[in-house]
Each structure stands twice: as structure tokens, then as C-alpha cells.
């Protein structure tokens, strides 16, 4: 139990369309990152959000933002879609340990464009 | 991408071998994130290292850093189909949490 939780878990989208992907965590978990995997790939990282405000950005589009609420959920929004969207999208957040922060990721929610 | 690399890409092995997954960043390391990937589902933490030589272990996985080489490496012992998976290594080089990962080992564990 990672803590985590992403939804939807599946969805399609035509392509120009929008999307929305949403992401919950514990309490305590004070970063939350979103990363898209490519079929065959390693997830890259899109931005974090920390403290409700974007704290770092990965190599993508404008078209590609965030939210952060207090309440530790997230979304992911992703405007005028293109077909290479089409990706795994993970969220992750982190939690402070002793030895470290130790980074958990969700389920992922699989974003078909059509 | 060269900045991370993992090797091997891909390993198939007889099931109680012992096997090990490199990790090598080109880039000083803040952290290193170990992961495991079912196909198609979100990404299991298994640990992550901090300190040059720090070693962790749980159950049957171990992985360690040598921050010289500013390379990492998971060893499995008594591999068990349970194994079988993608492999990732995940680089933090600036602390901040996000991560840079290699491209991942798949892993074939036959019974």
C-alpha cells in the first residue's frame, strides 16, 4: 500500500481534446510529482508541486499543468491532446523518513488519443 | 538515455540464480531509487540509497551504492518467478525529489 491512489485508471480521448487525471496522498506526503511513461520507456518526469505551487519542470509543453490542493491531492491536466500522448501517467509523492524521502508512486492511468 | 544507464536491458534466468541489475549515472548522485514495475501498473518501491557505500537489503534483494563509481547495483539471491518484472533505477541529482530513470531491466524468472 503505497499510499497513492490515481484515477481513473483507463480512459481514451480524441485527439485536440482535453484531459484531467487525478491523484490523492497521505497526509504528510509534501511533494507530489507526475511523470508519463511511454510504452517500452522509463517514466519522465512532467513537474512537482510543492506547497501548491509548481516546484520544478521536466521537458514539456506548456499544455501540460498542474494542480496541488491542500487537502494533498492533485490533477494533472493535459490541453489540446495529441496522439504521442498516449502514455501511462504516474503521480508520485514523497514522504519524509528518517533515513531520507522515500517516494511512492500510484497505480498510473493509462490515457489512450485517438 | 546515457545520462542513466541500466544493464542488462533484459535477463532470463532458471529460477533459485542468483542475478544483479547495474545502474550507472553519469551525474553525482543525491539519491538512487530502486522500483519495480509489473507491466502496465504503477512503479513498487524497493529502496533507495543515499550515502556512498550504503548497503540495504529486504527479503531477497539487495542493493548498494558506490558512490565513486556513482554506480548502483541490485543483486537478487534464490531468484523465484515472483521476481519476474521490469527492474527501474530512478537518479536524483539535485535533491529535490524528481526523478531521472533508466530505460529499466526486464526480468524472466523460468520455474
Known amino acids: 500500500e503505497t499510499g497513492v491512489t490515481q484515477s481513473p485508471t483507463h480512459l481514451i480521448k480524441t485527439r485536440g481534446q482535453q484531459v484531467t487525471l487525478r491523484c490523492s496522498s497521505q497526509?504528510?506526503?509534501?511533494?507530489v510529482s507526475w511523470y508519463q511513461q511511454a510504452l517500452g520507456q522509463g517514466p519522465q518526469f512532467i513537474f512537482q508541486y510543492y506547497r501548491e505551487e509548481e516546484n520544478g519542470r521536466g521537458n514539456f509543453p506548456p499544455r501540460f499543468s498542474g494542480l496541488q490542493f491542500p487537502n494533498y491531492s492533485s490533477e494533472l491536466n493535459v490541453n489540446a491532446l495529441e496522439l504521442d500522448d498516449s502514455a501511462l501517467y504516474l503521480c508520485?509523492?514523497?514522504?519524509?523518513?528518517?533515513?531520507?524521502?522515500?517516494?511512492?508512486f500510484g497505480e498510473g492511468s493509462w490515457l489512450t488519443v485517438v | 538515455s546515457q545520462e542513466l544507464e541500466q544493464s542488462p536491458q533484459s535477463l532470463i534466468v532458471q529460477e533459485g540464480k542468483n542475478l544483479t541489475i547495474n545502474c550507472t549515472s553519469s551525474?553525482?548522485?543525491?539519491?538512487l531509487y530502486w522500483y519495480k514495475q509489473k507491466y502496465g501498473e504503477g512503479l513498487i518501491f524497493l529502496m533507495m540509497?543515499?550515502?556512498?557505500?550504503e548497503e540495504k537489503s529486504h527479503e531477497k534483494i539487495t542493493a548498494k551504492l558506490d558512490e565513486k563509481k556513482q554506480q548502483s547495483s541490485l543483486h537478487i539471491t534464490a531468484s523465484q518467478p515472483s521476481h519476474a518484472g521490469i527492474y527501474l533505477c530512478g537518479a536524483d541529482w539535485t535533491g529535490a525529489n524528481n526523478l531521472f530513470f533508466g530505460t529499466g531491466t526486464r526480468l524472466t524468472v523460468i520455474p
Open positions: 508520485a509523492s514523497s514522504l519524509p523518513t528518517a533515513s531520507g524521502n522515500t517516494i511512492y
Open positions: 497526509s504528510g506526503h509534501n511533494t
Open positions: 540509497l543515499q550515502k556512498g557505500g
Open positions: 551525474k553525482t548522485l543525491y539519491g
